[in-house]
């Protein structure tokens, strides 16, 4: 596990997080989602400005083996991105989903 997210979390300046805002409008647009295509996930993601190379990483990080996803479990691995510790993290959880 370890070494597969050192592997999609690497720095580079061409991949820049999303901000807090960006991830929260998603998640207001996909709360009653259940399931959705990794395709259409990328598209909402796209449409609120989230670079697709972060989707990219994320969706790997999440080993998503179905091309099903939980737009919730994207949401919250992308929010790993937006924090910069344990704390931080879990701050933007509750401001985003409540």
Known sequence: YFAQLASVTEVALAFLPPTL????NVWTQMQNTEMITKDDMAAVCTSHD??????EKVMRLGNFLTDLVDPKEVLCLLLTTVG???????????????
């Open 21 to 24: 805002e960006q991830v929260r």
């Open 50 to 55: 989230i670079q697709i190379g972060v989707l």
């Open 84 to 98: 910069d510790s344990l704390m931080s993290v879990l701050d933007t959880f509750f401001k985003v989903f409540g």
